[in-house]
């Protein structure tokens, strides 16, 4: 596609419920980044993509956080158990050889836990 | 730890003017270095992408510099217009297999 495409926009979720966010990268990228950002934050790391295999997933936070990347293209980030916490905007970003090249970010997906 | 510096954290000016927007960084074994600009609900833009062996990058009204080793960057904005109004984000990249380390940005309000 263009661009980096993340769905839902905003998703609303009740504590304690499981939320799975979309990422669809920039096409023939081998590099996807999930980030998140708070409020008046910098966005943090959370995991790194490189093809199919995470090559660095030091940034989740706990063992309620998981992402996939099957095919090396779409990517999900799942939560289990969310928690009031999890509230914050999630980020995809792409690009072409990792850190070597420029990284392209998708419009966020804006989460609330309730 | 790579950390990143963004400073001020907020700047208001009036429109026309020239600013710059500063960015440090602790490890100055960098490999890129790359300024985003985020609209308020929105993601990031992507700005200027600078190489570690490059000074500076230039896009319009926009310059990007780097003095790495001394762990600096700088943002210049010439002609300041309402539209610039936006969140200015420094990100680098320690090597090819590393993520994106992020300020925390400067909020920059143009006053017409």
């Known amino acids: 596609g263009a661009g980096v495409s993340q769905t839902p926009s905003n998703k609303v979720t009740e504590k304690g419920k499981y939320v799975e966010l979309r990422c669809d990268p920039i096409?023939?990228?081998?590099?996807l980044y999930w980030y998140r950002q708070s409020l008046g934050q910098g966005p943090e790391f959370l995991i790194y993509?490189?093809?199919?295999?995470?090559?660095?997933d030091s940034g989740l936070p706990n063992d309620r956080f998981f992402a996939v990347r099957p095919e090396g293209s779409v990517s999900t980030l799942k939560i289990q158990r969310t928690e009031r916490g999890d509230s914050a905007v999630y980020l995809c970003?792409?690009?072409?050889?990792?850190?070597?090249?420029?990284?392209?970010f998708g419009q966020g997906t804006r989460l609330t836990v309730v | 730890k790579q950390e990143v510096t963004q400073i001020p954290a907020a700047l208001s000016v009036p429109e026309g003017e020239n600013l710059v927007l500063n960015c440090s960084f602790t490890?100055?074994?960098?490999?890129?270095l790359q300024w985003f600009r985020q609209d308020p609900g929105k993601g990031l833009t992507s700005l200027l992408l600078?190489?570690?062996?490059?000074r500076e990058q230039t896009s319009g009204r926009l310059n990007a510099s780097l003095d790495k080793s001394s762990g600096r960057s700088t943002l210049y904005i010439a002609a300041s217009q309402p539209g610039d109004s936006a969140t200015y984000l420094c990100?680098?990249?320690?090597?090819?297999?590393?993520?994106?380390?992020f300020g925390k940005g400067t909020r920059l309000s143009v006053i017409a």
């Open positions: 970003a792409s690009s072409e050889q990792g850190g070597f090249s420029e990284a392209f």
């Open positions: 096409s023939g990228h081998t590099a």
């Open positions: 993509f490189q093809g199919t295999g995470a090559a660095d």
């Open positions: 490890d100055s074994a960098i490999y890129n």
């Open positions: 600078i190489q570690s062996s490059q």
């Open positions: 990100a680098v990249s320690n090597s090819g297999n590393t993520p994106l380390v």
